[in-house]
């Protein structure tokens, strides 16, 4: 195939037998955010390039390496969301919704652009379903944004697949104090260090923390803790969490390690995380970023959010075969007709029925055919009956309607009565 009829690596096309799934998730999702009183907000896919510079931070591999960045023909320079807080930020404080501390709960979906390589669980444009807080500083909102992930997990069936980890990055202080003495603890061991961690401690060393690389971490089990230079107040936001956590009987993990990719986090980092999906494990990941809004020239706003990516569930459920049976029904009933006449009234008659029973999944046969072939394209579409219109039954204002999933006789069903009799396999 010529290459301009391929999708671009890492861009998946997503097909009908996988959209049901895809539904079930958004749909779940959305139901139980709404439950928890969040709103939607739907926002632009392209960027200014500097909101995700400035918001996401320059030395993150999302800002140096991931972005899908060019210049429009204006010669401004775009780019495709890597993620979806930097432009909730800027539409927020565009909207003047936070201002006078006003509090705001809103979720978003759709797709995000990282220029990665492409492998199971991990693609150049995914989706993220996310959530963002703002005007709410207390651990209580971020204990009930993991309290209503777990609810989802629950709902999805894979509560006992999924592991919390946390940890508390402290305040921006407290951070640089760290970054200090694990600069200088590392910098002893240079030479033994990966490259990529060779080249972070001069532009994002708290980075090294989460580094895959095996002699890298053997030499970060005797590095200074995060958790030592933790500001009392951070400290104490972080014990109000972990208390909540108990109190609503959700086990966690501390991991000191958990860092985050993305700058703009302090305090509360977090991350949902499984191993049934091989090494792209994490399926949701948020944390509290007071310290953004203000980089963005607002006032100073909390603000605390995640986002899950979608792929990465929908494999999930597919993995543990949590997929529900009943996602994609098939047809209640499949219309044949002989002959123009016999069209017109079929046509008819489907909108009238669907008129009169709006839950009703009718198809009708389109390209006419003989009574062998409309009849397999009936039993092939899975339909529960074949209503069968041909020129007697038009004739005397009546169908034969044929049961194809049991060995049940053909009835004739008169038009008026059609409706009523389908309600009945509706219930
Ligand atoms: P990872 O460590 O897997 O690269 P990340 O820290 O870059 O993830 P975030 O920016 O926090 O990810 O995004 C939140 C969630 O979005 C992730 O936990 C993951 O489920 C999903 N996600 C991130 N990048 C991708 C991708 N390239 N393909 C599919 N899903 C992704
Ligand atoms: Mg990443």
Redesign the pocket.
Known sequence: MSKSLQAIRGMNDILPQQTPVWRYLETTFARLLEAYGYSEIRLPILEFTDLFARGIGEGT??VDKEMYTFLDRNEESLTLRP?GTAGCVRAVLEHGMTGGGQVQKLWYSGP?F?Y?KPQK????Q?H?IGVEVFNQPGPDIDAELIVLTARLWKQLGFANAVTLQLNSLGSSEARARYRDALVAYLQQHFEQLDEDSQRRLTTNPLRILDSKNAQTQALLIDAPTLHEYLDDESREHFEGLKARLDAAGIAYEINPKLV???DYYGRTVF?WVTDKLGA?G?????GRYDGLVTQFGGKPTAGVGF???I??LVLLIETLGLVPSELNPPAHAYICAFGEAAELAALALAERLRDELPGLRLLVNAGGGSFKSQFKKADKSGARYALILGEDELAERMVGCKPLRDDTEQQSIAWDALAERLAACLA
């Open positions: 591999d999302v993620e995000m990282r990665e669980g991990r693609y150049r995914f993220q985050r990719g993305l991350e792209q994490t399926v949701c990941a948020g986002a899950m990516g792929e990465r």
